[in-house]
């Protein structure tokens, strides 16, 4: 079968081009560790009741002045509720979920996130504008799915 030149230099570029799209994600994820970041820490979703972060989830003040926040994600509601942070303050969500995959989304705000069962998602954000947020669960869950909404209160620090 002939083929034309031209042609086939256009049937090596492409296929070149796939061999090096792949050895780019396959390079990144071996030496840069690039993953998903909710699938770097894995928990049991079985056992949370006995996890010594997830049994009794809530907010902690770290020694700087952060804070972190464990959430456990469960149909149909967010565990604490509400969430009460300071405003100004970097503070580090941790979630899992004990059943399904939920969403996590802060409304108003860039704090978005998936609460999958088996991993902890973890992501840091300050809240500037004190204020009530409407915390959304944006991943269909079940027939309640709409109805679950937790709150976040961003508490105003005064100087
Ligand atoms: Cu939880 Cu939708």
């Not at 003040?61 to 604490?80: E, H, I, K, Y």
Request: glycine share 6%; charged share 15%; hydrophobic share 50%.
């Amino acid at each position: 079968m002939h083929v034309e030149l031209y042609e086939r230099i256009w049937m090596w570029a492409a296929g070149a081009l796939v061999v090096v799209f792949i050895g780019v994600v396959v390079t990144t994820a071996a030496m840069g560790a690039i993953q998903p970041p909710s699938h770097i820490e894995t928990v049991n979703p079985a056992a949370l009741d006995q996890h010594p972060e997830f049994a009794a989830p809530d907010v902690k003040t770290n020694a700087d002045g952060s804070l972190t926040v464990a959430v456990v994600a469960a149909m149909f509601s967010f565990t604490p509720d509400p969430i009460e942070v300071p405003a100004g303050r970097p503070v580090t969500f941790r979630l899992t979920s004990s059943d399904v995959i939920h969403g996590f989304h802060v409304v108003g705000t860039n704090a978005n996130a998936m609460a999958v069962p088996g991993y902890v998602s973890q992501f840091t954000v300050t809240f500037t504008t004190p204020g009530e947020y409407p915390i959304a669960c944006h991943e269909y869950c079940g027939v309640m799915h709409h109805m679950m909404v937790g709150k976040l209160i961003v508490k105003a620090v005064e100087r």
